[in-house]
């Protein structure tokens, strides 16, 4: 195994993106699109990693970062500046190397363009889709998930603000996502009252449902 840390230049003339592939010698990979402040080293991302690697796919991660002005603006500026930073990427690797299964992971932020943009592209018809803390409160969002047709992992906390029971019920009956609620739990998917060992329990029960979908 071994991980690279690369450059690539995106559609801004003045900006470069950097991303780490983990390559495993695997034909299946995993993207990874973390979120606001949290990321690969955290929890969720971590052991997610591990998760993948142990399962033979290498991994991706796309290292960009935001100042919070971003949020003022419109949604699709929102999803058009991160697109412009994570399709170079997406296409430097694929065009490099070949895969024959990929999977998108995305935590919170990085949801925005795998749901508005990613699950929207042929060739991605068929790639699995995990869903680490959705933006549900997003109407496009939502909505974009409610239409799609991709097989794939959702995990949000009742204690998140982007929890919303009604929605979460339709995601259920209408996609053919695995929706799974961990009950207390926040939006960086710990216990809100801080309890450590319901926290950890909380992460393992993600990553057995994460390896259950990888699987």
């Known amino acids: 195994m071994k991980a690279t840390k690369i450059s690539v230049d995106t559609n801004d003339s003045l900006k470069q993106i950097e991303y780490t592939h983990i390559q495993t010698g695997s034909k299946n990979i995993c993207f990874m699109f973390s979120g606001t402040g949290y990321t690969y080293d955290k929890p969720l991302l971590y052991y997610a990693t591990m998760v993948m690697l142990e399962n033979q796919f290498d991994v991706v991660q796309i290292h960009y970062s935001y100042q919070k002005e971003l949020f003022e603006q419109p949604?699709?500026?929102?999803?058009?500046?991160?697109?412009?930073?994570?399709?170079?990427?997406?296409?430097?690797?694929?065009?490099?190397?070949?895969?024959?299964?990929?999977?998108?992971?995305?935590?919170?932020?990085g949801t925005i363009p795998v749901i508005s943009e990613i699950m929207r592209k042929e060739a991605f018809s068929e790639s699995k889709m995990i869903l680490l803390t959705p933006l549900l409160k997003l109407d496009r969002i939502y909505e974009k998930i409610l239409k799609s047709n991709h097989v794939g992992l959702l995990v949000i906390g009742d204690k998140?603000?982007?929890?919303?029971?009604?929605?979460?019920?339709?995601?259920?009956?209408?996609?053919?996502?695995?929706?799974?609620?961990?009950?207390?739990?926040?939006?960086?998917?710990?216990?809100?009252?801080y309890d450590t060992l319901t926290s950890i329990s909380s992460l393992t029960k993600v990553m057995i449902n994460l390896k259950e979908m990888i699987s």
Not at 75 to 104: G, Q, R, S, W
Not at 172 to 178: D, H, L, P, V
């Open 75 to 109: 949604f699709e500026d929102i999803t058009n500046i991160i697109m412009n930073d994570v399709n170079p990427v997406i296409n430097n690797v694929l065009a490099n190397f070949h895969y024959n299964e990929k999977i998108f992971l995305a935590k919170s932020l």
């Open 160 to 193: 998140d603000p982007h929890y919303n029971s009604e929605q979460v019920e339709q995601l259920a009956q209408q996609t053919s996502f695995n929706i799974k609620v961990i009950q207390g739990a926040n939006h960086s998917l710990d216990n809100e009252k």
